[in-house]
Protein backbone atom coordinates (compact mmCIF):
# COMPACT_ATOMS: atom_id res chain seq x y z
CA UNK A 1 0.00 0.00 0.00
CA UNK A 2 2.25 3.15 -1.08
CA UNK A 3 -0.62 6.15 -0.14
CA UNK A 4 -2.60 6.04 2.53
CA UNK A 5 -6.45 5.01 1.48
CA UNK A 6 -8.54 7.54 3.43
CA UNK A 7 -11.74 4.42 3.01
CA UNK A 8 -9.53 2.40 4.95
CA UNK A 9 -9.30 5.54 7.70
CA UNK A 10 -13.34 5.55 7.23
CA UNK A 11 -13.61 1.35 8.18
CA UNK A 12 -10.91 1.49 10.65
CA UNK A 13 -12.93 5.10 12.15
CA UNK A 14 -16.14 3.05 12.18
CA UNK A 15 -15.00 -0.38 13.11
CA UNK A 16 -13.91 1.32 16.76
CA UNK A 17 -17.21 3.51 17.02
CA UNK A 18 -18.96 0.88 16.67
CA UNK A 19 -16.73 -2.14 17.92
CA UNK A 20 -17.30 -4.11 15.16
CA UNK A 21 -16.15 -4.95 12.03
CA UNK A 22 -19.76 -6.19 10.76
CA UNK A 23 -21.55 -3.27 12.08
CA UNK A 24 -18.79 -1.19 10.28
CA UNK A 25 -19.57 -2.68 7.02
CA UNK A 26 -23.15 -3.00 6.54
CA UNK A 27 -22.90 0.85 7.29
CA UNK A 28 -19.96 1.11 4.65
CA UNK A 29 -22.28 -1.57 2.44
CA UNK A 30 -19.29 -3.77 1.88
CA UNK A 31 -18.62 -7.62 3.56
CA UNK A 32 -17.23 -8.40 6.79
CA UNK A 33 -14.39 -10.06 5.37
CA UNK A 34 -13.57 -6.65 2.97
CA UNK A 35 -13.87 -4.06 6.40
CA UNK A 36 -11.05 -6.24 8.17
CA UNK A 37 -9.02 -6.67 5.30
CA UNK A 38 -8.82 -3.18 5.41
CA UNK A 39 -7.55 -2.94 8.66
CA UNK A 40 -5.46 -5.65 8.64
CA UNK A 41 -3.87 -3.72 5.78
CA UNK A 42 -3.64 -0.34 8.06
CA UNK A 43 -1.70 -2.88 10.55
CA UNK A 44 0.42 -3.94 7.88
CA UNK A 45 1.11 -0.43 6.66
CA UNK A 46 2.71 0.00 10.05
CA UNK A 47 3.62 -2.67 11.72
CA UNK A 48 1.54 -1.79 14.97
CA UNK A 49 -1.80 -3.98 16.54
CA UNK A 50 -4.58 -1.06 16.07
CA UNK A 51 -6.94 -2.66 17.58
CA UNK A 52 -7.45 -5.33 20.15
CA UNK A 53 -10.88 -8.03 19.92
CA UNK A 54 -11.83 -8.61 22.78
CA UNK A 55 -14.78 -11.77 22.50
CA UNK A 56 -17.34 -10.20 20.19
CA UNK A 57 -16.39 -6.42 20.54
CA UNK A 58 -13.35 -4.10 18.83
CA UNK A 59 -11.27 -1.44 20.55
CA UNK A 60 -8.80 0.46 19.79
CA UNK A 61 -5.16 -0.25 21.32
CA UNK A 62 -3.07 3.14 21.94
CA UNK A 63 -2.24 3.17 18.23
CA UNK A 64 -5.09 2.55 17.14
CA UNK A 65 -6.68 5.58 19.25
CA UNK A 66 -3.72 7.81 17.36
CA UNK A 67 -4.71 6.92 14.27
CA UNK A 68 -8.05 7.14 15.12
CA UNK A 69 -7.67 10.88 16.05
CA UNK A 70 -5.55 11.31 12.41
CA UNK A 71 -8.50 9.29 10.69
CA UNK A 72 -11.17 11.94 12.40
CA UNK A 73 -9.19 15.03 11.02
CA UNK A 74 -8.75 13.86 7.81
CA UNK A 75 -12.49 12.53 7.05
CA UNK A 76 -13.06 16.53 8.78
CA UNK A 77 -10.87 18.01 6.10
CA UNK A 78 -12.56 16.09 3.28
CA UNK A 79 -15.71 16.68 3.95
CA UNK A 80 -14.84 20.58 4.12
CA UNK A 81 -13.09 20.37 0.65
CA UNK A 82 -16.64 18.70 -0.45
CA UNK A 83 -18.83 21.27 1.08
CA UNK A 84 -16.34 24.55 -0.62
CA UNK A 85 -16.61 22.76 -4.28
Not at 56 to 78: K, S
Request: charged content about 20%.
Amino acid sequence: MRHLNPDFLQAFALVCELGSFSAAAERLGLSQPAVSLQVRQLEQRYGLRLLERVGRHVLPTAAGEDLLAHARGVAGALAAADDSM
